[in-house]
Structures are given as C-alpha cells and as structure tokens.
C-alpha cells in the first residue's frame, strides 16, 4: 500500500481502520465525518490506568485494574442458550478469571498462549473468587503499552457504534491512529501570547494529552486550554460587535425628565417605588442621557416591580418626543399590561394602543396612521409588534417583557424598526446565573431588582402526593372563605393538545362538584382570544374565585388578590416554569401557598426540582440548582431563546471561573486591537470567522 498522509480536514474513510460501513456510524451517531472531527470528539471522562496492578493486590475495593501476564485455558462454557467464553489469566502473584458474555466466537481464537498481554477492566467478586467480566485485551507489545499506560480517555458511544466496534477502545484506537498518521502539525489556534500568558499547552500537545494524557496536571492543562478556547471566542464574538466595535452604537439622547413622567411619578403612583426600582431608573437614566444606545438587560424575581419600571422608561422617551413599544410573549399578558397602562395613565397626555394577533383590521388602520402619523405615543403587543407592516413615526425605545420566551430573530429585528436603532431595555424573571448571563447575553447591561416591594410575605411551598386531594379541596375552601382566589394549572404537551384538553376538563369538573359553592374560570390554548379574555376578567375582577387554566397564565399574570396556586403533575414542569407559576400569588399582602401535586413514583431529578421548590424562594438560587440539574444547555430559557451556539467541552455549571477569564482576556485584546488588525491577532479573525456558522448578525442583537 502507498503510504498516504493524512490531513486535518480529510474525510475519516481516509483512516486506516475506517470503512465507509464504519463512516456511516461515525457520521450518523456521532457527527464524525473527518479526521479532525475526530480529534475533537473530547473524551467525557477518564481512568486511572497509569499503574500496573497485580492479581494478588485485587480486592473489594478495587476499581478497574490493569495487569500484565499470560493468558491460558480459552474455554467454552455455560449452556447452549446461555453461551460464555472463560479464560485464565496469570501473572507471578497468582490469577484470577477473564469472562465474556458476547462476541464469543471471536473470544475463541484470540489469544496465543505464551504471549503476554495487557488487561483492563473492573474485577467483580462472584462468590469468593474474583472475575474480570469483558475486559480490554491488547497484545503487551510496546506500542500497546505507550498507548494505553496513563489516564485512559473514555468515550461517549452509542449502542450502534459498539456493535461497528467503535465502543470506547474503538474509538481510543482511531485516535491515536489519527495522530500517528497525521501528515504535519495541528494549525494552531490561539495566539502565541495568549498561551503563553496562560501556562497553556499548544494545540498539538493539547490535542494528545486531552486524549492520552500522562498525568493529571498534563490532564488538566488540556482540558482548561479547550475550555477557555471554546468561551473565550464566545465572549471575543460578542464583545467586538459592541462596545469595542471601534464606533459606538450612537443613540436617541433622552436629555430630560419631563412633565408626563414627574405628573405621574408625584401624582398617579399610589405607592413609593423600591429602592431597587429606584436604583435600576437610575442607571436607565444614565443610559439614556449618554448618547449611546442602551441595551440593558433587566433581572428581577416574580413580583419584583419590573412593570413599573417599564412605564417610568416608556414615559421617558414620550417626554422626549420619541415613540416606545412593550413587547409581550402572550396575549393575556399584553392585553393585561395594556389595561394596566391605560389606568395609570389616566388623564396623562399620553396615548396607548393594543397591537395582537386578534386585532381587528379597522383597528389595526387606526393604529398604523397614529404610528407613522405620531399621535400614538405607546404601544403594547404581542409579536404582531415586529411585522414588517409595523411602522413607527420616531420609536425611541423597545422593551422586551419576559425576554426569555422571545428568540433572539426577535430581538433582532425589533431593533431594526428605526434607522438609529432604538434604545432596547429586556426584562426577565427567569433568574440567570450569572456565567450564563454573561455568555449568552454578553452584550447586554445588566441591571438587577433585587428586592420585593414592602408587605410581601414569602410563599410557603407545599409538596402534595395526588392522594391528598381531599385535603387539598379543604384548604381551598378554607382560603376563599377569607376572600381569597386560587389557581389551578395543568401542565401543557404540545404533541397531544387533545389529551392536555381532556386533563384540564377533567379538572374543572373536578372542582366544580367539590367546591360547587364557587364559581370557576377555565382557560386554555383552544379558546379564541376572546373567551379568554373574558375569563380572565371574571377571574381578574373577582368574580370566579378560581382558574383552572393551561400554563397560559404561566407568565407575568397579575391578580393580587389570589394567594393559591395549585400545580398538578408539577413533576412534568422544569424549575424555571415552577418558579414563573408561583410568582402568580405572593403578589398582595395575604399569606400565599403553593401547592404541587405529584404522583408517589418519582424520578430522582423530578424530587430534587420539587424539593428545591419546596426549600426555596429565591429565583437565583432555583436557577442555580436548575443548572445544577439539567446542565445549562437544557436549562428553560435558554432553551427557548435559542442558545446562539452550542458549548462542547466548557459546562457554563462548573467552569464559571473559566467564563470570567475569557471574558477579562477578551476585553484587554479587544481594548488593544479592537479591529484584531495585529499581526499577532490574525489567527483570532480567522478562527471567528470560521466559529460563526451561524448568520446571526450579532450587531444586531440585543
Ligand atoms: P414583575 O416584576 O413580576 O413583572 P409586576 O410588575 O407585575 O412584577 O409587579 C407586581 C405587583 O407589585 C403589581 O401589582 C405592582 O403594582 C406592584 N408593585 C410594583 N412596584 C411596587 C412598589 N414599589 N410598591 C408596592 N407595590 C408595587
Ligand atoms: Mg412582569
């Protein structure tokens, strides 16, 4: 055979050891389709297999074991329906029993007596003698024991991978072919001054110690230079396309507090504002006086005020003379915030609108000419506020309620409604920790309330199995004798609506036979927006004392009088979700509850979310564990707002520490070639450009 080199970038058939039946594999269960996507299929753990044990050392506390000696006695046993492969294997100290359930066949003919080998694996005790079932045997040559003496790499695999061979010393093997072979060195992709200011290895030794490491400091080394690599052109990504662009994004200049914002401040709020709230105008103010446009990002738990803060910026821009748009994920939650508007402002010279789905075409007409006409000062919606048909005479300022249920598209593109783009204020509850927070929204300011207006009492979080309901119905008659209104929510599965449909029904007859003195509301995705406006006004002007509802209700619903909220099949809900529920109630000055009901059988994640609910009220910590739990990948939120990218080795849980460095990093090399023009900064541009698969214009994002 002529000896071929091997590239970086050529397909994997190209290596030895490689058929197109095991490329298939490689590419369909592992998104292996060259060389060098192999050598970035990072190991997920490793073991300890610098030593060389011998049998006589085996005992109950003994992991995997290696050893080195001869093997004899290949023999058949077992019955007919239950085939098995025994061997003996030796060394000077004694022996112990090699066992193989599969692959017996192949087992068979394996193995020479009188040759030595080497052999790892996990002793179990059957009796009182010891077996190694399905151990790794290689032959003891000294290429075998280069290759696997040390911290042994072991690989994600899927079952259709093991039966092509490729299991974990499959693909162990494949690697270190690929290195051996590979035709010159790995391109380099940090610059030199970095590394070196880093303590890290080079790509080469790197790459061969994330695979093959020596020790653990070699291990180590490897594993941070990938991990900083990975968030470090995150952060370098985000950061150039904003505040070191070279040319500040200018921004509408909001130079006054006017009169529309000081008559409601001094004469329509019938309460103080929070410190927080208080803290967090401030810094919107700054922003807004600076020339510069905003991108803020504001954090405040459930009930913490968010709303307010909102109007108070909205009023700025009208002071000023500019437009300002809210954007809410639901109808129920835009056409609640368009209420609440419309009553605060009462008597202000200030005109709001209501932009949804279900709004009329007449009405639509009106709200387009006072749009581009400029009569319209404020206007509130849903998605419908980001059609292309939506045109604003001057928008100064776009807010975002709820952010993490819009995509990042979204954002984007109400950012485009003026040709100086408007100053762009988010708001969440979905705490985010703050390593994520500074990954995904990297670019944003981040202003926090964290502090609950006065009177509020802290919820109190039971966990109920289902058989309690009788209690249950008790506790709920108890709390709406005081005066008081509950919740009910069904969790919501997209794929089987009907079912979802059916539970909630169910529920609401449930309710209705045992608590039949009361009146009830029952919102779900199936009605049209006016049922379910209706509904909710019964339930929002106390009417029904209780809603039994989809999850629809799930964000920024505010009735203060309810201090109840039920959660059936809370199992099926991620933290985030529980979390946004139970900010429903606590919202008055009553003693609120939540209730969640579950089955007995449990899944040990399904506890631990429930008894983080039950522990705490606190949204980061719950974001916290949330992390914990599902790995930030998953989390809710991000999840839906799209995770502009996808994070291989760094784990945004564990490796915060890494996330500040690249970020600290990336800002000094920004703040010193903010172009990356450098010589030395080269390889910087390339690799962005080659990392930015996706055609998110990041400049365009808030
Ligand atoms: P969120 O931050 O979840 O959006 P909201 O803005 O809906 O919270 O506010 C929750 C409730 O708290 C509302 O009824 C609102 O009127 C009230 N509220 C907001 N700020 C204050 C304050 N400073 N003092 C008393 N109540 C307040
Ligand atoms: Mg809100």
New binding site residues.
């Given amino acids: 055979m002529i000896f071929s080199a091997l590239n970086f970038n050529d397909e994997i058939t190209y290596l030895k050891g490689v058929g197109p039946a095991r490329a298939k594999v490689l590419e369909r269960e592992a998104n292996i389709r060259t060389v060098g996507d192999l050598l970035q299929y990072y190991p997920y753990r490793y073991v300890d297999r610098s030593h060389i044990y011998t049998c006589a050392e085996i005992n109950d506390e003994t992991q995997y074991v290696q050893l080195k000696g001869t093997i004899t006695n290949v023999r058949k046993t077992g019955t007919p329906h239950k085939e098995r492969v025994e061997a003996t294997f030796s060394d000077p100290t004694g022996s112990i029993q090699l066992v193989w359930f599969r692959g017996t066949k192949y087992i068979l003919n394996r193995f020479q007596e009188g040759s030595t080998y080497l052999v790892f694996g996990k002793p179990t005790r059957y009796q009182h003698l010891f077996n190694i079932p399905h151990p790794e045997v290689d032959e003891a040559t000294e290429e075998n024991e280069r290759k696997n003496l040390g911290w042994m790499a072991m690989y994600n695999t899927t079952e259709r991978m093991k039966n092509a061979g490729l299991g974990t010393s499959g693909i162990r093997k494949l690697v270190f072919t690929a290195l051996e072979t590979l035709s010159h060195e790995l391109v380099e992709t940090l610059p030199a001054y970095i590394r070196d200011k880093l303590g890290f290895p080079d790509i080469n030794d790197a790459t061969r110690a994330i695979h093959f490491p020596k020790n653990n400091r070699e291990l180590s080394k490897a594993q941070e230079r990938f991990k900083f690599e990975e968030l470090f052109y995150i952060q370098l990504q985000i950061l150039k396309h904003s505040k070191f662009s070279g040319q500040p994004q200018s921004g509408f200049v909001f130079a006054k507090v006017g009169d529309t914002f000081n008559e409601f401040y001094n004469h329509h709020l019938s309460?103080?504002?929070?410190n927080a709230?208080k803290k967090v105008i401030r810094e919107i103010r700054t922003d807004l006086g600076s020339g510069r446009q905003m991108n803020r990002l504001l954090q405040?738990d459930?009930?913490?005020?968010?709303?307010?803060v909102a109007l108070l910026t909205m009023l700025l821009a009208v002071d000023n003379g500019y437009q300002a748009c809210l954007m809410a994920p639901t109808e129920i939650l835009a056409t609640q915030h368009f209420h609440s508007f419309r009553r605060m402002l009462d008597g202000l010279p200030c005109s709001v609108s209501l932009l949804t789905g279900s709004t009329s075409a007449k009405e639509r007409d009106a709200i387009h000419v006072g749009l581009k006409s400029g009569t319209l000062n404020l206007l509130i919606g849903t998605h419908a506020l980001i059609e292309d048909n939506v045109q604003f005479k001057n928008l100064g300022l776009a807010i975002i309620d709820e952010q993490h249920r819009f995509g990042v598209a979204q954002r984007a593109k109400l950012r485009l409604k003026n040709s100086l783009p408007p100053h762009v204020l988010v708001?969440t509850?979905t705490p985010i920790p703050r390593t994520l927070a500074m990954t995904v929204y990297g670019d944003l300011d981040v202003s926090i309330?964290d502090e609950l207006?006065?009177g509020r009492k802290p919820i109190k979080t039971y966990h109920y199995f289902n058989n309690r309901r009788d209690d249950l119905m008790r506790f709920l008659k108890q709390e709406i004798d005081l005066g008081r209104q509950a919740y009910i929510v069904y969790p919501l599965i997209e794929e089987s609506a009907k079912s979802d449909l059916q539970a909630v029904e169910n529920g609401y007859d449930y309710v209705t036979t045992h608590l039949s003195q009361f009146k009830v509301s029952m919102v779900h995705g199936r009605l049209s927006s006016q049922q379910k406006e209706s509904e909710m006004n019964k339930f929002v002007h106390g009417e029904t004392q209780i809603m039994v509802a989809t999850t629809v209700i799930e964000v920024?619903v505010?009735v203060?009088n309810a201090s109840v909220m039920v959660i059936e099949d809370s199992q099926r809900f991620g933290l985030a979700q529980l979390h946004q529920l139970r900010?429903r109630v606590g919202?008055g000055n009553s003693q609120s509850y939540c209730i969640l009901l579950s089955p007995q059988k449990l899944s040990y994640e399904s506890n631990q979310r429930l008894k983080t609910m039950v522990a705490t009220n606190d949204g980061f910590e719950i974001a916290e564990a949330d992390m914990r739990l599902r790995g930030p990948g998953d989390m809710e939120g991000t999840a839906q707002s799209g995770m502009p990218f996808e994070l291989k080795v760094a784990n945004l849980a564990r490796d915060g520490e890494i996330v500040t460095l690249a970020r600290d990093v990336a800002q000094r090399v920004l703040t010193a070639d903010p172009n990356l023009n450098a010589e030395e900064n080269r390889v910087l541009t390339f690799q962005l450009r080659k990392r930015a698969r996706t055609n998110i214009d990041w400049s365009n994002i808030s």
């Fill in positions: 309460f103080d504002l929070t709230q405040g459930v009930g913490s005020g968010k709303t307010l708001m509850a309330i207006p006065p920024g505010n203060p900010g919202r």
